[in-house]
């Protein structure tokens, strides 16, 4: 096969459909607009949302307006009062984490809030600190450890 000789398949191609020719075209008259009104008319049609001037349903449910960010992401909290109940010295990850029930999962990245008192020197690994937590554990001797957001819903 040629390149002249290339042709679209057979059906693929339509002649366009002129209307308005006369009544007994078929698509005289009307051009199968129907009658009179705002969508028989060049550029008139009305919004995909239009219920007919009914109040729209977007109108009736006032707190489904708005949008979801698809790039939130949802972080598991732990406080730095909930882990002075571990162990002196511990080495505190996500499986420790989920053991003592502070975590749910280890599909969400963790990140360590400053709500309330620590007293033991911990060693603290997760994905996101605030800056009191931080703080907080330093001061009681600990050190923190921030790893990466690997596994976690980006």
């Known amino acids: 096969m040629m390149q002249h000789e290339v042709r679209p398949p057979a059906g693929a191609r339509h002649s366009r459909k002129r209307v308005g020719r006369g ?6 008259k009307t051009s199968g607009r129907g009658q009179k009104g705002q969508k028989a008319r060049a550029g008139g049609n009305v919004r995909i949302t239009f219920e007919g001037g009914q109040l729209p349903l977007v109108k ?9 960010n698809i790039f939130k992401k949802e972080y598991s909290l732990v406080k730095v009062g909930d882990l002075d109940r571990l162990e002196a010295g511990t080495e505190v990850n996500l499986d420790i984490l989920v053991q003592a029930g502070l975590v749910n999962s280890v599909s969400q990245p963790v990140k360590v809030l400053g709500d309330g008192e620590l007293t033991k020197a911990l060693t603290v ?10 703080q907080k554990i330093e001061a009681a001797g600990g050190t923190v450890v921030e790893i ?5 819903n980006t």
Not at 60 to 68: A, Y
């Open 148 to 152: 990466a957001n690997a596994g976690s």
């Open 60 to 68: 009736r449910l006032p707190f489904s307006r708005g949008f979801v």
């Open 23 to 28: 009544e007994s075209s078929g698509h005289g």
């Open 125 to 134: 690994q997760a994905n996101k600190f605030s800056a009191t937590a931080r």
